[in-house]
């Protein structure tokens, strides 16, 4: 039974969805499980190998002879490979359905056909059937078909009655980049098995969404760093698909792709350190996406040229100084009505000192739903504000949100910029920045008196912590922070994520304080 609590969280959930995502949920329930069968598409095709350069190779994950690695686990099937393995979680297993070490740079042909065969030969896979795996997979065995000359016909008969699969299990119901996804994938088919049908519920889809998903200032709209580049990697694959092979009419599409990806390249360019970090916001996890620097290179590649958007800050902005560099997050919770890869994190911020990491965001270890998932998601897990021990957003069953922090820009200028949420209800929280060569000056107000509030900053685990406790003075290395009208200061545990699966503990500092709180970020010479 659910209480009233509950019920309300699902009502705070729910009315963010879009129409079409109740009705398509509602639509597969039932064709799941009604007798009738819904009808399919002709079961005849023709296969036309195409032409494709790897500019990027997938990072190696078949370490051979049936032993894999993925998200830093690895197994070793000893008989044969179970490709509905669940030990791991979903994402393990997914990972091992989407076939990505068909392109990395070691495969020989004989592993991946025997790999491929195996797959098949497995008349109860589970997982691997769902929509998002399908699409990922069909284009990796598309690529290494095609580049291997590989006529088979079983092969190909599996590869149609997948992509059959596929554009009747579209994922309407979740949208966001699972339906993009769908989408480059159905380009891929299109052109493989010279198919008009998967070819015009690509390009209705690619035309639809990416015009929804890219913004003004080239972001895509779940406003997760790494998936942006994961989105915008199946964007450049799109584009270096269609420079190669034009046997159907696709010149509008192709213009369209390169357009968006001027875009997404200049949003990338604006959030990705001097180094070529990205800040972890939201979903981002390390060693997934390809490097922004792969991604430039690849691009390039591609000719494809842009410039660099100069917009008013919208969700995220990289300050650059000569010492350095900080994001700062004062994005809404995105998208609205796919916010599964959102954060309870507004006003977070990450600091880069001299091209190293100081103050991050602890990223992600993990998907499965759990006290790990809900605490990498938390708003005490980043570096803002947390009042009495509440979430800023209402954060939830691994990939929902249901109440959400509504944030308002209430100035900006070249160095300075200030907002306000009402995450908390009637209590507001605001923050400022002031932003200096030697200085970083951050101003937290709460509107309410005698209001339990905490200031956390997360340390890079790499890097040396100095409590002076009688000056009330942090030192890490050549960074110095104080703090003003604070209550308490503590020196905590936490768990940093270098990767999925891969924890390190690390140090935080925690500031309590009731009204206000100035934090002075000083660069010591």
């Not at 949208?175 to 098995?193: D, I, V």
């Not at 010279?194 to 209705?204: D, E, G, V, Y």
């Not at 739903?369 to 708003?379: A, D, H, L, M, Q």
Request: charged share 25%.
């Amino acid at each position: 039974m659910l209480n009233n609590k509950k019920i309300l969280l699902v009502f705070n959930t729910v009315k963010y969805l879009k129409f079409k995502q109740i009705f398509y949920r509602v639509y597969y329930y039932f064709k799941q499980r009604l007798p009738f069968k819904f009808k399919k598409g002709s079961e005849n095709f023709n296969v036309n190998h195409i032409n494709f350069t790897l500019y990027l190779y997938n990072k190696k994950s078949y370490l051979g002879n049936n032993k894999f690695t993925f998200v830093n686990i690895e197994h070793l099937f000893k008989k044969n490979i179970d490709w509905n393995i669940n030990i791991y979680g979903k994402l393990w297993t997914y990972n091992l359905n989407y076939f990505d070490y068909l392109l990395q740079n070691d495969i020989t042909k004989d592993d991946g056909i025997k790999l491929i065969k195996n797959f098949i030969e497995n008349k109860k896979i589970i997982d691997g059937l769902e929509p998002y795996p399908i699409s990922l997979r069909g284009i990796n065995w598309i690529i290494f078909i095609s580049q291997h000359k590989i006529n088979d016909d079983e092969i190909n008969k599996t590869l149609f009655k997948h992509y059959q699969i596929l554009q009747n299990n579209l994922e309407y119901h979740l949208l966001g980049n699972h339906l993009l996804e769908n989408a480059f994938s159905l380009l891929f088919a299109a052109l493989f098995f010279n198919n008009q049908n998967f070819l015009n519920k690509s390009i209705k889809i690619l035309f639809t969404e990416l015009n929804e998903q890219i913004l003004e200032d080239g972001a895509h709209f779940e406003l997760s760093p790494m998936y942006h580049q994961i989105i915008l990697k199946k964007l450049l694959d799109a584009i270096n698909l269609l420079q190669e092979n034009s046997s159907l009419d696709t010149d509008d599409l192709y213009l369209f792709l390169r357009n968006k990806a001027k875009k997404m390249l200049s949003w990338l360019e604006n959030i990705t350190f001097r180094n070529g970090d990205i800040p972890m916001f939201n979903d981002s996890a390390y060693d997934i996406a390809p490097t922004s620097d792969d991604l430039i290179y690849y691009a390039k590649k591609l000719n494809i040229n842009w410039k660099l958007i100069k917009t008013a800050i919208i969700n995220y902005k990289l300050f650059r100084f000569n010492k350095f560099e900080i994001a700062i997050d004062m994005a809404q919770i995105g998208a609205s009505y796919q916010p599964g890869h959102a954060h309870a994190d507004t006003f977070t911020f990450v600091l880069y000192y001299e091209n190293q990491p100081v103050i991050v965001d602890p990223a992600v270890s993990t998907y499965n739903i759990g006290k790990i998932r809900n605490r990498e998601r938390s708003t005490f897990y980043h570096n803002t504000v947390c009042i009495n021990k509440q979430n800023s957003s209402e954060i939830w069953g691994g990939f929902r949100v249901g109440k959400r922090a509504k944030v308002t820009i209430l100035n900006q200028s070249k160095n300075k910029i200030s907002g306000l949420h009402n995450g908390y209800k009637k209590i507001k929280h605001i923050r400022k920045f002031y932003l200096k060569e030697e200085q970083i000056e951050i101003i937290d107000i709460i509107n309410k008196k005698e209001i339990q509030a905490q200031a956390c900053l997360h340390i890079h685990p790499d890097r040396n912590i100095i409590f002076n406790k009688k000056e009330k003075t942090i030192i890490i290395e050549n960074v110095q922070i104080k703090f003003e009208h604070f209550n308490n200061i503590k020196i905590e545990n936490y768990y940093f994520a270098k990767g999925f699966n891969n924890l390190i503990l690390s140090k935080k500092i925690v500031i309590s304080f009731n009204n206000t709180l100035t934090t002075k970020i000083n660069f010591l010479p």
